[in-house]
């Protein structure tokens, strides 16, 4: 099996033009992305005169991929931070911080040509059998993009996941979101990846419905229903020494009964505390994620959140002392304050991300991202450093 190439495939036009940025096996046992990024770019190169756009098609996990591992050393979508990007540029005897650089890279010099919007999308597959799916983080542009496509989407993984390459994209400002197509070996999971790959092409502006159906593309693949929201509350973790087994064979979505037996970890069961939905069970040797528990979003509440976050309400919260917007991104709220202070409505401002950066205040960071350059590897600076500047 040969190595596949960083950059799979790309179309360049105009950098006026939207740009759109497709990720495949960034864990290397999630060959279906790969199948259906190098099936559908072979389809529209041959209508490049239909596309106003730039695609990009960039390969994850290469050393992984050729041995059928999720990761080897070290999962790529954990290690998106300053701390692994400052390691990468030390250490040779892991494997992704070769992936890591690479990828960066050619994020780099795609980013530095672009002048217009840019969209970021990871193609991914699941352990266990499921119905497709967006996961994403909870900012404007995300939900703008993502309202009509007909798929689930997943709000919220951004308070429990660190280091995933759409969160530092995200922070730059760009459209970014992972799309689960299905099963890792089915075949099914193949099409679906190549259904949401036409769409995003539709949904971007990058090709009109007219010439996808020049292209041979069916029309059902561009005309979706309006999608359905569901928020993650709770993450199992788990470390690379425990012992995890789920109980039988969830399926995601699957609603479940308080007090139902799901797992097992280190030989302890694990109960489900309310009538959540499972999410994401894990059924695969590699995992740092067990399962989560989701919940339905009310359509109503998503509306009033966005007038709120258009209206920066937060802003009015700085007039109660203890509490202070150190930028546009961070509010800082003193300890005392927090259980006056609901979690709910610190989500509907936009902020998701708590944290603590002495012993009596907490920061919280809003996924609403003014649009920043990437810059170059060697000068990465966090977004959440400096965070005493106004």
């Known amino acids: ?30 060959k279906a992305g790969y199948i259906a990024l190098e099936s ?11 596309l106003k756009g730039n695609l990009y098609g960039i390969f994850g996990n290469q050393e ?72 994403m983080n909870d900012a404007l542009i995300n939900r703008r993009f993502v309202r009509n496509l007909g798929y689930p989407v997943i ?26 197509g299905g099963e890792h070996y089915s075949k099914d999971s193949v099409k679906e990846l190549k259904i949401f790959c036409y769409k995003t092409l539709y949904h971007t502006g990058i090709i009109s419905a007219e010439a996808l159906i020049d292209m041979g593309i069916s029309e059902k693949y561009f005309k979706s229903k309006p999608a359905k929201y569901f928020e993650m509350i709770f993450r199992q973790d788990l470390k690379p020494e425990d012992n995890f087994k789920m109980c039988g064979n969830y399926l995601n979505f699957q609603k479940l009964e308080k007090g139902e037996r799901i797992a097992t970890l280190n030989n302890q069961s694990i109960y489900a505390p309310k009538n959540f939905r499972i999410f994401m069970p894990l059924y695969q040797k590699k995992g740092e994620d067990g399962f989560f528990y989701i919940k339905r979003i009310n359509r109503f509440k998503l509306k009033v959140a966005r007038v709120f976050r258009n209206l920066q309400a937060e802003n009015l919260l700085t007039f109660i002392p203890g509490i202070k917007k150190l930028n546009f991104y961070t509010l800082s709220i003193s300890k005392p304050l927090l259980k006056f202070i609901p979690k709910r409505l610190m989500f509907a401002l936009g902020y998701r991300k708590s944290i603590e950066i002495d012993g009596e205040n907490i920061c919280f960071t809003k996924q609403e991202r003014k649009l920043k350059n990437l810059p170059k590897l060697s000068s990465f600076v966090s977004p959440y450093q400096n965070l005493t500047k106004t």
């Not at 495939?9 to 999630?30: K, Q, R, V, Y």
């Open 1 to 30: 099996m040969l190595k596949p190439k960083r950059l799979i495939a790309s179309i360049e036009h105009n950098p006026e033009w939207p740009t759109l940025i497709f990720f495949c096996c960034i864990h290397g046992n999630e």
């Open 40 to 50: 559908f770019f072979e389809h529209i190169h041959n209508f490049p005169e239909q």
């Open 64 to 135: 992984a991929y050729l041995q059928e591992f999720r990761f080897l050393d070290k999962d790529l979508n954990r290690i998106w931070t300053k701390s692994h990007l400052e390691e990468s540029s030390r250490k040779d005897n892991v494997s992704e911080y070769h992936d890591l650089t690479e990828i960066y890279n050619v994020l780099y010099d795609i980013l530095k040509r672009s002048k217009s919007e840019v969209y970021c999308i990871d193609l991914h597959t699941t352990s266990g059998p499921t119905k497709p799916f967006i996961v």
């Open 155 to 180: 709000f919220n993984v951004e308070s429990f996941i660190e280091g995933a390459l759409l969160n530092l994209l995200n922070d730059l400002g760009h459209v970014s979101l992972a799309f689960e």
